[in-house]
């Protein structure tokens, strides 16, 4: 073992003796032990345990930790301070920024486990609060998050998309002087609007190709790569793989097809086409016999059958929503106050209704609402239903799904609410049984109205907890129980890949921003996308309702 390796292993010994708040004075004497070890001019494996205990700065108790190191591979202490601290924590102290005090905080007093969970709370604006942290650090924070996704060359869609609506901006205006009358569009995973990007395919259709291929080196935002003469390649700054497809204007479209669906998808409809000269995509498809299949939809699943038979959704559109439902205020750890998102909603969005659900009483991190204080958000709520009629303000909750599926208020006060999303938030380790049955458990609640963010997952940083999705969806189909499309583009949770099983099962689906702040109902938009990814039609969207038909929807169910 090397000494960079050994001070590397001391110095996180030290910072998990720091996080778990041990004697200082032990703490100091491993990070010197640290520094000492990675300065010194030789190799201290080939010492032996003596000569190591003479060394500068290390000392008896640390020089058997670093022998019992090079014997083992590890060290007990180590080891038992590691089986006491969640493996997300360990990984944020590799973060440069975040020191053991601060991710002390971040875990003892926010409940924060992970990176993800750090990220989402950074966009949640949740740090702020916290002791040691400020706008500036938070902010600092989530860059840094955000650099370290990046490096592992995958990009949330709503990451990717500000990078590819610039670049395309930037070609076409380049295009234009080159050969006005080419043709450009973005294909692959992100015109499908996949939920995670690994890289851009750019198709470019043009009479003249070797003139575009001469000139491409002049396009200064990027430096492309030709990997042949049809393929260049480029990374941007942000290290997002970007890949230039160059086609005969003629065959535009065409290749525009093979390059936007999945390649099952591509390869069936092609063998019912046929080559040939196509001038748009549509005439590919009626080459087929087949209805246009809307690029979401390209995922070689049941849609070449539905098209045969002219029977596919009319997918649902952002300006088929009437409310939004499942969103937070400063009652609990929201930014904008209960009024500013009701009037950002009426006057800015132009909806009809807007579902409140703070946080129920056991989020104690997000200032979750007790007893008392939900009776006076109720008594706000119907003052500013009194001046905002029509405009309607639902009075929900995100009530907390407890470990053995019950909700965290007794009936008598769930009753008060005109709808409840039922969420789980914390004790997230349960195997698939235990957590499927808590799960069900929750939706049989006569309470329930969504099911909040099924599987808890968080893009590029948290797995799902394990669940039999189709236990679940049936069981919300036999309570009459909505489940939620969480459009927060770190959650786009329930799965689209479970959205036609839960339509086929007659459930209804709601797409939710869970806006922490104004800004946040922009997030419907990326729901919306993954709605129609998943076949979604505005009747089968909760919140796609009129607001008499929603207000009949829930007091049905009540």
Partial sequence: MENKAIARTLRLLAQLMELHNENPFKIKSVTNAAFKVDKLPFAV???TLEEIGQMDGLGKSISGKVWELLQTGTMADLQAILANTPEGIVEMLGIKGIGPKKIAVIWKDLAIENIGELYYACNENRLIEAKGFGLKT????RKIIEFKMAAEGKFLYAQAEPIVSKLFEDLSVWLNDVEGEALLGVAGAYRRCVEIIEEIKLVLGAEDLDEIAFKLPSFEPLQFEAISPMLHEAKTPFGLKILLHLVPKSGFYL???ELTGNPGHVEEVMSLAGEGHYDTEHAIYEKAGLAFIEPELRECLDEIVLAKSNTLPTLIAYGDLKGSLHN?????DGVNTLEEMALYCKDHLQLEYLGMCDHSKSAFYANGLNEQR???????IDALNERLAPFKIFKGIE???????????????????????????????MDEEKATSRLVTAIENPYTTILGHPTGRLLLSRKGYPIDYKKVIDACAA???????NANP???DLDWRWHRYALERGVLLSINPDAHRTEGFHDVRYGVLIGRKGGLQATQCLNAFSLQHITHYFNNKK
């Fill in 45 to 47: 494996k080939d010492k």
């Fill in 138 to 141: 938070q902010e600092e924070i």
């Fill in 255 to 257: 290749r525009y097809f």
């Fill in 328 to 332: 937070h205020s400063t009652w609990s």
């Fill in 374 to 380: 939900i009776y006076a958000q109720h008594i706000e």
């Fill in 399 to 429: 009530s907390d799904i407890l470990y053995d599926g019950s909700l965290d208020y007794p009936e008598d006060v769930l009753k008060t609410f005109d709808f409840v999303v039922a969420s789980v938030h914390s004790i997230l380790r």
């Fill in 479 to 485: 309570n009459n129980v909505v489940i939620e499309i």
């Fill in 490 to 492: 770190l959650r786009l």
